[in-house]
């Protein structure tokens, strides 16, 4: 009986100092300011009509986080003569950063989905992270460089990237 006892406590004890240490695969991303990682995406169709001109058209679009999981809210902002949907980057897990040798910088990737009505896209995007007091993981600069979607690169200009898409009316990407 003092046996079974004896080995109950020792896997409890075992499981209070073993499970904390297990991921528990919570997203976690680098602390930074984000002003410049800014993506900026119009919508149009074969004969360049403003898509996002469209109500329903604008209202069946849904912009998610990979990592987080989370809707990432968007602004619809005038560019020109036409309107876009301006929102930021969802950072990459600090896990997922590389670092170098110096810890004054950073690199990762983080990936998005756009939902339209009857398609998505893939954003895979390109971030790099400056510390303000290296070796910190807060505290810095996140910028984006590049948005990888639809088989093109797009690299930033300023502060965003900016990202044109021919499309139905139906959120069906055109080739």
Not at 60 to 73: C, L, N, T, W, Y
Not at 114 to 134: G, S, T, V
Not at 145 to 166: H, M, P
Request: hydrophobic fraction near 35%; glycine fraction near 6%; charged fraction near 30%.
């Amino acid at each position: 009986m003092k046996k079974k006892t004896f080995l109950s406590l020792v896997l409890a004890i075992m499981s209070i100092a073993i499970l904390p240490s297990c991921d528990n695969g919570e997203y976690s991303p680098i602390k930074a300011s984000t002003d410049s990682c800014q993506i900026v995406v119009s919508c149009v169709d074969g004969k360049g009509q403003d898509l996002l001109l469209d109500k329903e058209f604008l209202d069946a679009i849904k912009i998610e986080g990979d990592g987080s999981h989370s809707r990432i809210r968007y602004d619809v902002i005038n560019q020109g003569e036409k309107k876009a949907i301006l929102f930021e980057a969802e950072l990459p897990d600090q896990s997922d950063m590389k670092w170098t040798n110096d810890h004054k910088e950073a690199s990762g990737i983080s990936k998005m989905t756009i939902k339209f009505k009857k398609d998505k896209l893939q954003l895979k995007c390109h971030i790099k992270y400056i510390a303000n007091r290296p070796p910190a993981a807060s505290g810095g600069k996140a910028t984006i460089e590049e948005v990888q979607c639809n088989n093109k690169s797009y690299n930033r200009s300023g502060n965003a990237v900016y990202i044109t898409l021919n499309m139905d009316k139906n959120g069906k990407l055109l080739k």
